[in-house]
């Protein structure tokens, strides 16, 4: 008798365990075109979402075993019918998606209603209309019971289109509705449940997992968001600006985002200076390029989910590296500069000054909270060893640079026109605190271009 392949199932919810870090990868496919000779780039999305990925641990005590070896084996305990369209998940080619729970997403009922309910700060998790999300209640709380019989670790629903953009912005409406999980369900759906959002994945073929009793089971769950009609949307609409960040229009004369760079320092920066060009039998043959590029590899630490939402807002308005931005490098370049007239800057310089003019493009300063970029297109040497350099509209913050009761400066930091490269990962270590990391590039060419 021929074998016949597990059903996917409908689903099934599993714990995250919190020892470890909850994982998500968002990326965008992007296509860069590169002159040869001419140093010129042009870049262009080849898709308008970005592409996700998620992994987590997951951990059963001995009661719910049972169902997180469902989950691994994509089945489930059956429903009753009057629950079964709020179960319906959909298929491709000729297998079925699965239910991923965004355990780091995850929020708390904070009121509600026979007809939907109000949880916490949605604007800063990634819930959709349409989405599917568990209904899960405190850890220790047994099984639950669904119409006296069933038994289920935790509830799931689906929320209805337009209840999210009508009326208070952190109001649910789901199907099936509260009333039913309140009459239903033992015990029934209360305040301080958790809201749990869904992310459909593609099946897995294989799942490291450990059994650390005869009873309790550990393993580690991951899976790609399944690209259907149920895909999470963009943050941020591409080529908008998001809320908190500023544009700078430089030469080229188009308003690029101002994306400043906060590194955690308790590691390193990791900076790459690269030069395109090949070589071959021990001799350089082309170069390309008249400068070397940067290339960096951030890990920021943002201790509020704002913090994280605003960079994966500023990685997703820029389709994951497709447009360019003006970057502000942590590393400062002068940590004093004289004041400046309304068209020249004056920068005691440490090095040469042809030196400084060949590896940087721009620099940026802060003051009362703003970032202001100025973009350097010429520089001449003044006596005792400082330099006089020409920026770019340096006469439009000539107000602001020339700070009242001082002759000094801001910290003057290295920008340069660039863009993300890769994926952004974020490492969640609770669900509000979150280490994410990118790797951001230097652009070709100082005025950068993209596909429209």
Same mark, same amino acid.
């Given at each position: ?28 496919? *992007? ?38 070896? +469902? ?61 599917? *999300? ?10 639950? %019971? ?51 959002? /869904? ?16 009873? /309790? ?38 308003? %690029? ?28 043959? %082309? ?25 994966? +807002? ?39 000054? +042809? ?44 107000? /602001?640079? +020339? ?50």
């Amino acid at each position: 008798m021929e074998s016949q392949p597990l059903e996917l199932g409908r689903p099934a919810y599993a714990h995250h365990n919190w020892k470890d870090e909850f994982r998500v990868s968002t990326s965008y496919e *992007v296509e860069t075109l590169a002159s040869t000779f001419g140093n010129r780039e042009q870049y262009t999305a080849l898709d308008v979402r970005p592409l996700r990925a998620a992994s987590f641990s997951a951990i059963s005590d001995e009661i719910k075993a049972g169902f997180l070896e +469902q989950f691994l084996a994509r089945t489930s305990p059956d429903i009753s019918a009057t629950l079964a369209n709020a179960y319906d998940f959909f298929g491709f080619g000729l297998g079925k998606s699965w239910k991923l729970p965004l355990d780091c997403d995850s929020t708390e009922i904070v009121n509600m209603t026979a007809t939907y309910i109000v949880v916490e700060d949605l604007d800063t998790r990634r819930f959709f209309e349409g989405q599917g *999300v568990f209904l899960v209640p405190p850890y220790n709380t047994p099984l639950l %019971r669904l119409n006296g019989t069933t038994e289920l670790p935790a509830l799931y629903a689906v929320i209805q289109p337009g209840s999210m953009t009508a009326g208070d912005p952190n109001r649910l409406v789901l199907t099936p509705d509260p009333q039913g999980f309140q009459t239903d369900v033992d015990p029934p759906l209360a305040l301080g449940w958790r809201v749990v959002p /869904v992310m459909d994945c593609l099946p897995l073929l294989e799942v490291p997992s450990s059994y650390t009793t005869a009873k /309790v089971i550990e393993a580690e769950i991951s899976g790609e968001e399944y690209p259907g009609i149920n895909v999470m949307p963009s943050s941020q609409p591409a080529g908008t600006t998001p809320s908190g960040y500023s544009t700078f229009t430089g030469q080229s004369g188009a308003a %690029r985002l101002v994306f400043p760079v906060d590194h955690n320092w308790a590691e390193a920066l990791k900076v790459s200076y690269v030069r395109p060009g090949n070589s071959g039998a021990g001799s350089l043959t %082309r170069m390309s390029g008249f400068r070397p590029r940067w290339s960096m590899e951030v890990t920021s630490l943002t201790v509020t989910r704002q913090e994280w939402y605003s960079i994966l +807002q500023a990685f997703d308005s820029t389709q994951g590296g497709a447009r360019p931005m003006w970057v502000v490098s942590p590393t400062v370049i002068y940590e004093k500069a004289q004041r400046a007239s309304s068209t020249r800057l004056v920068v005691p310089i440490g090095g040469n000054l +042809q030196d400084f003019l060949n590896t940087t493009t721009a620099t940026a300063f802060q003051y009362d909270g703003d970032w202001y970029v100025n973009e350097i297109s010429a520089g001449s040497p003044v006596v005792g060893g400082a330099g006089r350099v020409t920026a770019w509209n340096l006469d439009m913050h000539n107000t /602001v640079f +020339q700070i009242p009761g001082t002759n000094l400066t801001p910290c003057l930091h290295r920008a340069f026109a660039g863009r993300f490269s890769g994926a952004l990962e974020e490492k969640w270590i609770t669900r509000d605190i979150c280490e994410v990391s990118f790797t951001i590039v230097e652009c070709e060419d100082k005025v950068p271009e993209e596909l429209t």
